[in-house]
């Protein structure tokens, strides 16, 4: 889902909880509602990510959401990023 159908979610008030997904060096959003969780991609359909939890953090509180979940499981700060 793009940001333009999640802003449209969250002001409908379909988006139940936002969560912050780390997966490697880079983090993720997913939006959760009543039928499942939905990641944010671009307009390309890549998935939307950020290379700090503040940007991500920031992101998330343009939306209008004032709370967010934070999924730290995956993340490797180290980590290298791959160049595709």
Known sequence: M????????IEAGAVKRIDIVAQGNR???DA????????VVTLKGTIKGWSSLDSTAKWVR?????????DLVNWQPEQKGLRL
């Open 2 to 9: 793009n940001e333009k159908t999640l802003r449209a979610l």
């Open 62 to 70: 343009s939306l209008g959401m004032g709370k967010a979940q934070l």
């Open 27 to 29: 983090f993720h959003v």
């Open 32 to 39: 959760i509602t009543p039928d499942g969780s939905l990641t």
